[in-house]
């Protein structure tokens, strides 16, 4: 069966959140989804001491298992406008399968949250993107078929280039509906794509 993995860091759980949105869509394909997550890279101390959400659905991902899989889904928050030192640690670590072109035209695709709405969404999009693109991943991101993306009506997250959320400068903005509805479109989106290339 064909699986696709979403991979994550989350400090505080709206990429979590999005994460199992992006899984629902998958699965709503008829294609496995596997949620795992990146290892902390920060002191047990820090972490108390900031709030981090520990109790987290994801299992550890391991680099060693990334060419088990037909597409990967990379989410991040942002950091000053780029991807989080864990997200990039995972990352760095994947040379022997660069070395080997393990990961050569499998479907990748980002997904982020930020603190405000101008707080680099687009930017660590790229970031995440980037390191799929050095693998020679087959990049999509979320189309302006899912109609959410054009609203105007309300303050949301949404970009052609991915998936993504407000998550408010004190981390207290839940993901909303159209967010969630993104998350899940773009799931379904990659699945399709996944479907489409190994007819």
Do not use: C
Not at 45 to 64: H, L, W
């Amino acid at each position: 069966m064909k699986k696709v993995l979403i991979v994550y860091y989350s400090s505080y759980g709206h990429i979590e959140t999005m994460a199992k949105s992006i899984a629902e869509g998958v699965q709503s394909i008829g294609i496995e989804a596997v949620i795992k997550r990146v290892p902390e890279t920060i002191s047990e101390e820090s972490i108390r001491r900031n709030n981090f959400k520990t109790d987290q659905i994801g299992e550890i991902a391991t680099v060693e298992e990334l060419p088990d899989y037909d597409a990967i889904i990379v989410g991040a928050p942002t950091r000053f406008g780029r991807l989080p030192s864990q997200m990039a640690s995972f990352w760095e670590k994947t040379g022997g399968l660069w070395t080997k072109g393990a990961l050569i035209g499998k479907i990748g695709a980002a997904f982020t949250s930020t603190a405000t709405q101008h707080g680099g969404q687009e930017q660590t999009l790229f970031s995440l993107l980037v390191s799929l693109l050095h693998h020679g991943m087959v990049i999509t991101g979320l189309p302006y078929s899912f109609a959410g993306q054009s609203r105007i009506d309300e303050v949301t997250g949404g970009s052609p280039y991915g998936a993504t959320t407000i998550a408010g400068s004190d981390g207290s903005r839940s993901v909303s509906e159209n967010e969630k509805q993104g998350a899940h479109f773009l799931g379904a989106h990659v699945a399709t794509l996944v479907k489409r290339m190994n007819h």
